[in-house]
């Protein structure tokens, strides 16, 4: 059964930074693309950024390009999200997603979820 389990958010303040990572078990994560989704409160679910399966193409959201770096190591099965000069406005619960094979913008793509990791970005 597909399992991914999202870590390292919490509260952080205006230009801060967070390391999101998502680890997947009871498959071998290189053959999905990894998705990061985000919902804030009282908005719909965002895609974020999205990564091939060995790494070798990456997309990101207006939002976070130049901030955010998405980026895998499936040796350990593990994707991250490198968040840098956090903002107010990235506060949301944050998800990883997997999709076989290809990235995908569309969300309902993505058939196995994470519970999600909060992050707060708030002085």
């Known amino acids: 059964q597909l399992q991914l389990v999202e870590s390292g958010g919490g509260l952080v303040q205006p230009g801060g930074s967070l390391r999101l990572s998502c680890a997947a078990s009871?498959?071998?994560?290189?053959?999905?693309?990894i998705g990061w989704f985000r919902q804030a409160p009282g908005k719909e679910r965002e895609g974020v950024s999205c990564?091939?399966?060995?790494?070798?193409?990456?997309n990101y959201a207006d939002s976070g390009k130049g901030r955010f770096t998405i980026s895998r190591d499936n040796t350990k099965n593990t994707v991250y999200l490198q968040m840098n000069s956090l903002k107010p406005e990235d506060t949301a619960v944050y998800y990883c997603?997997?999709?076989?094979?290809?990235?995908?913008?569309?969300?309902?793509?993505?058939?196995?979820w994470g519970q999600g990791t909060q992050v707060t970005v708030s002085s």
């Open positions: 997603a997997a999709r076989y094979a290809y990235c995908s913008v569309r969300e309902a793509d993505f058939g196995s």
């Open positions: 009871g498959f071998s994560l290189d053959v999905y693309a």
């Open positions: 990564i091939s399966r060995r790494g070798g193409m990456s």
